[in-house]
């Protein structure tokens, strides 16, 4: 064999194996780039924390021994995580680089003062914003698929034929298909079978009259219960009934915190429990006087109130805060992206129909 054709026999292999390695060659390289980059915005972050006094903003010194360190191996950590998931599941990975993207323009938008450092008054001004946002947004969303639904008949109430019709051409299914179907929705995936079981609970719910049909705050407390003044309203009556011990129409501390009344957590003890409640109590109680009635029930349930986001933010910068500074860096709120993506921080529509 001459040297020349064994050149181009081994040109050939070359290049077939080249071709089964770009994939994994182009995926290395990506997963190398973003664990790079994650790192790097880390190192960025600890270098801006001494650039504002302690005095302002720190519970805890963060020139204590070990914080760096801890900064450091945390992110290390992360990159691997990262790394690992990217190798594993490409999808995976992509997943992952949208949540940082996401999370990073989020984490900007409420840094109002751009220092690097996101406060608790910035986290709840922020998160507070958000509710307000989506609130505002379902009440518009209501009113035009509302409309667009009540088609036969026009008669300002929609049926839950009607709504079941609309749900199935949302998901694809044409007018033949939803004529003929059969009512036990054989042949659907499961997770449409599921979603029917959901809205059918919630709409029973929500209709209050006519089970078969709902009027327009009807048909919004059954899509967003969160946004409806009736939702709200029955909630407080709900409340009342359950813990008003005396029946006299309002509730005392003892009766708002009695943990045998309420269903407790089950991260938390009775005793914190019931020294939470006293707490959300006196929010609860605004003119002071030992009693909440029934307004300043409402006002306290009421989604608006800003003691909503700032119990939301107090709770995200407990789970994030690693170095227990009272601020949250990027870094920390991407090493808790989970509990952000759920938060209201940016999904509060899905934050509050998990609630609801």
């Known amino acids: 064999m001459s040297v020349v054709l064994l050149v181009r026999l081994l040109q050939k292999g070359w290049l077939k194996l080249n071709s089964s390695m770009r994939i994994h060659v182009r995926l290395r390289l990506w997963v ?27 519970h805890y010194d963060l020139s204590a021994e ?14 691997e995580k990262y790394a690992r998931a990217a190798m594993k599941e490409p999808s995976a990975g992509l997943e992952m680089a949208e949540q940082i993207r996401i999370l990073t323009e989020t984490y900007k938008k409420a840094d109002v003062n751009s220092d690097g450092l996101l406060e608790l008054s910035e986290l709840t001004t922020y998160i507070s914003t958000k509710i307000k946002e989506h609130l505002t947004l379902a009440l518009k969303e209501n009113f035009f698929m509302f409309t667009a639904i009540d088609l036969k008949p026009r008669n300002g109430m929609v049926s839950w034929e009607e709504y079941h019709r609309y749900f199935l051409k ?4 044409d007018d033949n298909y939803i004529d003929n179907h059969k009512k036990d929705h054989k042949g659907l995936p499961r997770e449409l079978k599921e979603a029917i079981m959901r809205d059918k609970a919630s709409w029973s719910q929500a209709a209050r009259d006519n089970p078969e049909q709902l009027t327009i705050d009807e048909f919004l407390a059954f899509r967003h219960p969160e946004s409806s003044h009736a939702t709200i309203l029955s909630i407080v009556e709900e409340t009342i009934g359950r813990l008003d011990v005396d029946e006299d129409g309002k509730l005392t501390e003892e009766e708002f915190s009695d943990p045998t ?10 005793e914190q429990f019931r020294l939470d409640r006293i707490n959300e109590f006196k929010i609860a109680d605004l003119d ?25 933010a107090v709770n995200l910068l407990a789970a994030a805060d690693s170095n227990q500074d009272g601020v949250l860096t990027l870094v920390e709120v991407l090493a808790e992206r989970e ?18």
């Open 32 to 58: 190398g780039l973003a664990a790079t980059y994650l790192v790097f915005m880390g190192l960025v972050h600890l270098l801006h924390v001494p650039l504002r006094s302690n005095t302002i903003h720190s």
């Open 66 to 79: 070990g914080v760096v360190s801890k900064h450091r191996e945390h992110m290390r950590k992360e990159a």
């Open 170 to 173: 949302q998901h694809g299914y």
């Open 261 to 270: 009344m309420n269903e407790v957590p089950d991260y938390m003890t009775e």
């Open 288 to 312: 002071k006087n030992g009693k909440v009635e029934r307004k300043e029930l409402l006002h306290y349930i009421d989604p608006r109130n800003v003691h909503h986001a700032e119990k939301e």
């Open 339 to 356: 509990i952000f993506m759920k938060s209201k921080m940016v999904d509060a529509a899905k934050s509050f129909h998990d609630e609801f």
